[in-house]
């Protein structure tokens, strides 16, 4: 049964009938992908339910809206169930990933099985995601060749995150200009990664290339004023690991050039302290920064006819911060 948004924070989103519908659809989605999880895994690794809160807007926002973004451009594609499907499989390769990369565990599917090993159950995922999507386009298409073309379209698209993450893994990597982490780390990171959605689409539909241009700098924005929070609220860690931040190249470019800060906090190796407090002047610089990304994000869906009312916006925006834990900047509407 599809969860009633409450329109408020994140669900305020779904005010606007075009994203309710599509939060349904992608509901839809994740109801059969963990269906078809439980069906094909083997009887010595079962699948467990998924809980209730995994239909959640907040636990699916994102995936709405990159859906949003299609269903503006190819309303009518008989192919909308698929993206919403692809899209699920990309999300879970990306989080098994994440996992391995950042040795943690962040849960997709609720193996049964005995042992603790975070890792194996990330490859798990990463092979059971994968063969969820195949199953699901035989089931519904019965087409073998538009497995290979969803394989091929996924894996270009999540290749620039892909090749960014490699270039990070050895630590510390220099410190960056502001503008080179914006328009280069950045964006290959995660402004690319909120637009992988629409590869697929891209290939598949016909649609004028201006529409999903627009449709692609939204995603794109939107990705990028995210990864401002996230580096606003993953300062102190992204300083002590020696990662890529835009806090630390503002503080940076502030003084001159000098480094000597960044070696002095990783000598006190302390994460226990916030950017606000250390970094006043450079946190309302970040906000500011994410401010332009998210107006250019609702702008971009204006051009393309979808007017998302300042309050809505300013209500979306919110919850955002309040999940990451960071003040609220203040989006201008287009």
Known sequence: MTPTPTFTGLNALCVHPLFADTFRLQVEALERFYALAARLSPPDCPIAAPPPALLELRRNFFSTLFL?????????????????????????????????????YKSIFEFRIAGNGPRMRSVLTLMLAERVVNAFILETYGDPALVQTVGRITYAALMPSALQECEEETHPVPVLSVAQILD??????????????????????RAHPDAWAAALRALGAFGLACQ???????????????????????????????????????????????????????????????????????????????????????????????????????????
């Open 68 to 104: 949003g973004a299609i269903r503006i451009v190819v309303p009518d594609s008989g192919y909308l169930p698929l993206y919403a499907m692809v899209n699920q499989g990309m999300r879970a390769w990306v989080t098994a990933c994440d996992n391995l990369l950042d040795d943690e």
């Open 184 to 205: 280069d780390v950045h964006r290959r990171k995660t402004a690319d990664l909120f637009c992988a959605p629409l590869a697929l689409p891209r290939e598949l539909e």
């Open 228 to 334: 401002i929070l996230d580096d606003i609220k993953d300062m102190p860690g992204d300083v002590l690991a020696g990662r890529h931040s835009l806090m630390a190249s503002l503080v940076t470019a502030n003084r001159r050039g000098d480094t000597a800060w960044l070696a002095d906090l990783r000598r006190q190796g302390e994460t226990g302290w916030d950017s606000a407090t250390r970094f006043p002047v450079e946190q309302a610089q970040a906000q500011c920064l994410a401010e332009g990304q998210f107006a250019l994000a609702f702008a971009g869906f204006a051009a393309l006819g979808v007017q998302i009312p300042a309050a809505i916006q300013h209500q979306v925006v919110t919850g955002l911060c309040e999940i990451l834990g960071v003040a609220l900047p203040t989006v201008q509407s287009a």
